[in-house]
């Protein structure tokens, strides 16, 4: 392993990340699946940050945790287009909402009231 190059481990685990969250977006949406993605990467995170401090400084894992904090960024702003995407279609900016009437909705339907069964029409 190169100094500049993260870990194989680490460049494994982050395509394993992508590829769970690429299927995820097929079954429970982007938004879902990039939440499960975050969770993951900043769980490794946590992992790599440790890792200096065990093994030691200078065995690369600065490179492995700048490649994490990279694929945290690019799902990160996957998951904030998603959202501004999903809000859009809600409202969308030429369309409207109905604004009510402050004495109540205009073209009511008249109670023509009840009529009985025998009656005609012929007044």
């Given at each position: 392993m190169h100094p500049g190059m993260p870990s194989d481990e680490v460049t494994d685990a982050i395509a394993l990340i992508e590829m769970h969250r690429q299927h995820?977006?097929?079954?429970?949406?982007?938004?879902?699946?990039?939440?499960?993605?975050?969770?993951?990467?900043?769980?490794l995170l946590v992992v790599e940050q440790a890792a200096p401090q065990a093994h030691g400084p200078g065995t690369g894992h600065l490179a492995s945790t700048e490649a994490v904090m990279i694929e945290i960024k690019r799902v990160t702003k996957l998951a904030g287009s998603a959202s501004q995407s999903a809000m859009s279609k809600r409202a969308r900016p030429g369309q409207q909402q109905p604004v009510s009437h402050p004495r109540g909705p205009r073209n009511v339907p008249r109670n023509k009231g009840r009529r009985t069964m025998g009656r005609r029409g012929d007044r």
């Open positions: 995820m977006v097929k079954e429970a949406g982007l938004a879902a699946a990039c939440s499960e993605a975050l969770r993951k990467l900043h769980e």
